[in-house]
């Protein structure tokens, strides 16, 4: 039963902090890859702020 009870209640954190990040695409999310570091973009992240942000 307490397995349960934390396994709920990691679920329900990552459900909030997911619910946190800008969406893909939008002005805030531009802005704030633009103030990341390249080492750290993933290649779908670099794809999607050229999709979004350059073109």
Known sequence: ???K???GT?????LLLAGCEP????EEWC???KERNAADI???EAADFAKH???
């Open 10 to 14: 990691v679920f329900l954190a990552a």
């Open 5 to 7: 009870l934390v396994l």
């Open 1 to 3: 039963m307490k397995n």
């Open 42 to 44: 993933t290649a779908r």
């Open 53 to 55: 942000c350059v073109l």
């Open 31 to 33: 802005a704030k890859m």
């Open 23 to 26: 969406e893909i695409g939008s």
